[in-house]
């Protein structure tokens, strides 16, 4: 209240004063924790192997699992369309694209822990290969920044899923 009367006198620049350093302290105080809070994303290299191979073998790997479908973004069709409009490269990969797929053993134990935990789903994995390295592709996922049982769940959902994908693609044999 010191910030906003004055004797008997109420000031209505200072309660804006006070409001408009209270919000700019919540968006840093935010925009820190989004940043210092990320979550480990694991890149895996499959090579020698071609990208169709490892996307079969991806797609195996999660049926294994007994994972329905996933939903399958062409990441690096989208880059390649945009880039002219937006003034971005076209080339950042040479093929991408993004698995989205849910567990529902893995999204009802997340979601028991916290209802909150809904912007956790769906889970994802990439396949991308570069410019430039031939018969080299990357699987990469996000693991969810989980200390809890969920998230060890999750996590170890999503090794087994990269562990048969290598299996499948005979990658390391």
Partial sequence: MLLLLRGDRFHPARLLRAGCIFLVATLLATTTQAIAAGPEVIVLELSPLAYGDARNALQDAMTDEGLAPPSI??????????AKDLGHRADFYKQAEIFSFCSAQVSARM????????????L??????LPGQAGTVFLAYRAPDLASPAGDFARAMLRRIAARTLEHAGVGR
């Fill in 73 to 82: 973004s062409e990441f690096g069709q989208m880059l390649a369309r945009t």
């Fill in 111 to 122: 979601i028991a822990e916290d209802v909150r935990h809904i912007a956790l789903c769906p």
């Fill in 124 to 129: 994802t994995i990439a396949l991308y290969t």
